[in-house]
DNA sequence: TGGCATTGTCATTAG
DNA sequence: TCCTAATGACAATGC
C-alpha cells in the first residue's frame, strides 16, 4: 500500500508540477491533506526525487505560499518543464496541456473559492457520491486508478472510503460517460491520444462520443486567448449541470496523468498490456489524423514530447514514476527524431563517401600516370598517348595502363582492362605532346611489322603518323622489334625477361628493349614525382595561408585584449583615486593616492594599503636573493 | 627572341 | 644482383 501511496502520489505531485509549468497553481495539500500524512512520511525511498523536495512543507510559510510550485527547487527536479518550455517555444499547437490544466484551475475556481483555498476543492467534491469531510478531492480518474482490484488497496485510505469500489466508479463513469467523452473525444489530439491511452477505462467510456459535445469542446479549444477561454468554460460549466463530478471528469491530463503513474501499482495482465499496444497504435494513427487536420502544423518534432507522454501507458509496466517517464521518454522521442535525421546524414555521408571514393581512386597518384596515361583510352597520356599515337594504339591493342593491378594479371587481360575502366577525362592535367621527333627515323615503319622491309609503300598518313611517333617508338621499329613501348614498358618483369630469352634478341635490340622500359617506367616516375611535388607545394601554400590567417587573428585578439586591460586599469585607477581622495587619515587629511593604493582581499574585503616603493637593489639585496636562488637550487 | 612551363631523359639513391 | 620507385638535374619543346 505504501508503493501505491507513494506511486500516486507522485503522479499526483508532477502532475501539480506540470500545471505549475503553464501558470496554474493546484494545492496539493487539498487533495492530500485528509488522507495522507505529509508526503514525506510516504516517500519510501530515493527513487522519487519529487516527494524528496519538502514544498508541502513549506508552504505554510510566509502565508502559505512561501514556496510556489514555480520555486527553483522544484526546477531543480523537473527537467520536463524545460523540454516543455522548449517544446511550447516551436509553437506547436498540439499541447494543450495548458487548456487542460487551466480548465482543472477553473474547476477548483468555480467553488467559492479557488484552488488555493482547501476548502473550495471540498465543496467542488463534495457533489460526488463521496464523503465531503476530507479528502473527497482526488479526482475520479484518481479513484479510478486506485480501485483497481488490488488487494493492497483495500487497505489504508481507499479501504477507509477515499475511494469508491468497483461497482460504483462503474456507475459513476456511465454518468460521466457524456461529459468525459466530450473532452476524450475532442479535437485535440491531446484528449484523443491521453484517453486511448487510458487503459484502465471501461470501454463504454472512451467510445461514446456526442457530436454536440464534441463541437462544443472544439469552441472552447479554438479560444485562443485564456482569458476568453475562462470566460467560456464558465459558461459551459454552467450548462453541464454543474456537475462537478463530471467536470472532474474532464481532467483529461489530470486523470491521464494519474493513470500513466497508476501503471506502476503492479504488474498488467496481458489483456491491458495488449489494450496498451492497441492503443498506441491507435495514438499514432490519431496523430496522423490530426496532423491531417491541422495543415501546417509540424506534426514532426512538435508532437513527439507529448507523444511520448501520452505513450507512457505503454511503457510503464516498469516501476518507473511519471517524472522520470516523462523525462525519459521525452529524452528518448527527442533522440529518435534526432537519430532518424542523423541517420539520414549518415546515408547521405556515405553516399558522398563512395562517390569522393570513387573520384580519389581516379584521381590517385597512380592513376595519373598509370590509369590515366595508359589504362584509359581516351586519356591524353603522356607523349605515347598523344593523338598521334592514339591509332596506334589502337592498331597494338596491347597498350595498358601501368599499375600493380595491371601487372599481376596476365597480359592476356590487358584489353579487358581497357574494357573495364571507364574513360576518364583529365583535360585539366596538362599533357602537352612532347613527343621528339627523329627525321633519320622518319622512314621507318610501323611498328606492327617486324622489320621496314616487310612495309608496303607507305601513304602521307602513315608518314604523319611516324612524325609523331615518339623517338623510343621509332627506334623499335628501326630495331623491328615486335613490341610497342606500351607494351615493353607495362608488361611484368617475368614476361619482359621471358620475352628476352625467347625472341632471340640481338644485344642491340636487348639494349633497346631495356633502353625503352627504363625510360619509359622513369617517365611515368617522373610524372608522378612531378605531381607529388605540386601537390606538396599546393599543401604547403594553404597551410601557409591558414597559419597566416591564425596569426592575424591572434593578433587582433592579443590587441583588444591589450585593449581591454588598459581601459580596465584605467578605470581602477580612477576609482582608487575616487576611493582615496574620500579617505582620511587620521589627521583627517585626504590618502595621496601616490603613496596609497586598494588591495581587494580574497574575502572580498578592501583595503588600503601604502604603496611599496621598489627596494633598491643593495649589494646586501643581491647577496641574499643569490643566497635564495641557491637555496631553491 | 628570350622567358617560362612542360615534358622527357639521365644519373643517383634507396628499398 | 637486379628491378623499381623516387628525385634532382638537364635538355628539348612549345607557347
Request: charged share 25%; proline share 6%.
Amino acid at each position: 500500500m505504501q508503493v501505491a501511496k507513494k506511486y500516486f502520489t507522485e503522479g499526483l505531485i508532477q502532475l501539480t508540477i506540470l500545471l505549475s509549468l503553464v501558470g496554474v497553481r493546484v494545492d496539493i495539500d487539498s487533495y492530500l491533506t485528509g488522507y495522507y500524512p505529509p508526503l514525506t512520511e510516504i516517500n519510501l525511498g530515493p527513487s522519487s526525487a519529487y516527494i524528496q523536495t519538502p514544498f508541502h512543507v513549506l508552504r505554510d510559510t510566509l502565508d502559505g505560499y512561501g514556496v510556489h510550485p514555480k520555486c527553483p527547487e522544484l526546477d531543480y527536479f523537473f527537467a520536463s518543464r524545460r523540454l516543455l518550455d522548449e517544446v511550447r517555444n516551436l509553437g506547436s499547437p498540439r499541447f494543450h496541456t495548458q487548456l487542460n490544466a487551466w480548465l482543472v484551475h477553473q474547476v477548483s475556481s468555480t467553488g467559492p473559492s479557488t484552488s488555493d483555498n482547501p476548502d473550495a476543492s471540498v465543496g467542488l467534491e463534495s457533489t460526488d457520491n463521496e464523503p465531503a469531510d476530507t479528502g473527497e478531492h482526488l479526482p475520479v480518474r484518481d479513484q479510478e486508478v486506485h480501485c483497481q482490484p488490488n488487494s493492497e488497496l483495500g487497505q489504508g485510505p481507499c479501504g477507509a472510503g477515499a475511494f469508491l469500489n468497483e461497482d460504483e466508479v462503474k456507475i459513476k463513469e456511465e454518468e460521466e460517460a457524456v461529459p468525459l467523452t466530450h473532452l476524450a473525444h475532442s479535437s485535440t489530439l491531446e484528449h484523443e491520444s491521453l484517453l486511448e491511452g487510458i487503459t484502465m477505462l471501461p470501454e463504454p467510456v472512451l467510445h461514446h462520443v456526442p457530436p454536440a459535445a464534441d463541437i462544443d469542446w472544439n469552441n472552447l479549444l479554438s479560444v485562443a486567448d485564456l482569458d476568453d477561454l475562462d470566460s467560456l468554460v464558465t459558461d459551459r460549466l454552467s450548462e453541464l449541470d454543474s456537475d462537478i463530478s463530471s467536470a472532474i471528469s474532464q481532467d483529461v491530463s489530470l486523470h491521464d496523468a494519474m493513470v500513466t503513474s497508476a501503471g506502476a501499482f503492479g504488474p498488467t495482465d496481458s489483456r491491458t498490456v495488449s489494450q496498451r499496444d492497441r492503443n498506441l497504435l491507435r495514438l499514432e494513427s490519431t496523430n496522423s489524423s490530426l496532423s491531417d487536420s491541422l495543415p501546417g502544423m509540424a506534426v514532426g518534432l512538435a508532437a513527439l514530447p507529448f507523444a511520448s507522454v501520452c505513450n507512457l501507458t505503454g511503457n510503464l509496466t516498469s516501476q518507473s514514476s511519471l517524472g522520470s517517464c516523462l523525462d525519459e521518454t521525452v529524452f528518448e522521442q527527442i533522440n529518435q527524431l534526432g537519430l532518424g535525421l542523423e541517420a539520414i546524414d549518415n546515408q547521405l555521408n556515405y553516399l558522398e563517401c563512395l562517390d569522393s571514393g570513387a573520384f580519389e581512386d581516379l584521381d590517385s597518384d597512380s592513376g595519373l600516370s598509370l590509369e590515366s596515361s595508359y589504362g584509359c583510352p581516351v586519356s591524353p597520356g603522356s607523349s605515347e598517348m598523344s593523338s598521334s599515337t592514339s591509332s596506334y594504339y589502337e592498331e597494338e591493342g596491347g597498350a595498358t595502363g601501368y599499375s600493380s593491378e595491371v601487372d599481376s594479371k596476365p597480359p592476356k587481360g590487358i584489353l579487358d582492362h581497357r574494357a573495364i575502366w571507364p574513360p576518364v577525362d583529365l583535360s585539366e592535367s596538362v599533357w602537352h605532346d612532347h613527343s621528339y621527333s627523329s627525321p633519320p627515323l622518319l622512314s621507318m615503319p610501323p611498328l606492327r611489322l617486324p622489320c621496314k622491309t616487310e612495309e608496303p609503300e607507305e601513304d602521307s598518313g602513315s608518314r604523319l603518323e611516324e612524325q609523331e611517333l615518339s623517338r623510343d617508338e621509332l627506334r623499335a621499329r628501326a630495331m623491328c622489334i615486335p613490341f610497342s613501348v606500351l607494351q615493353i614498358v607495362n608488361m611484368p618483369v617475368e614476361e619482359f625477361m621471358e620475352v628476352l630469352d625467347t625472341h632471340s634478341f640481338s644485344a642491340d635490340q636487348v639494349t633497346l628493349l631495356r633502353d625503352i622500359r627504363r625510360r619509359g617506367k622513369n617517365k611515368l616516375a617522373a610524372q608522378n614525382c612531378r605531381k607529388r611535388k605540386l601537390d606538396a607545394i599546393t599543401g604547403l601554400q594553404e597551410e601557409v595561408e591558414r597559419l597566416q590567417a591564425q596569426r592575424d587573428r591572434l593578433l587582433r585578439e592579443k590587441r583588444l585584449t591589450a585593449k581591454t586591460m588598459g581601459a580596465v586599469a584605467h578605470q581602477f585607477k580612477q576609482l582608487t583615486r575616487d576611493v582615496l581622495s574620500r579617505v582620511r587619515d587620521a589627521s583627517g587629511r585626504p590618502l595621496n593616492p601616490e603613496r596609497f593604493t586598494l588591495q581587494c582581499g580574497a574575502n572580498g574585503r578592501v583595503v588600503v594599503q601604502p604603496i611599496r616603493q621598489p627596494a633598491v637593489a643593495t649589494s646586501a639585496g643581491k647577496k641574499t636573493d643569490k643566497r635564495k636562488k641557491e637555496k631553491k637550487q
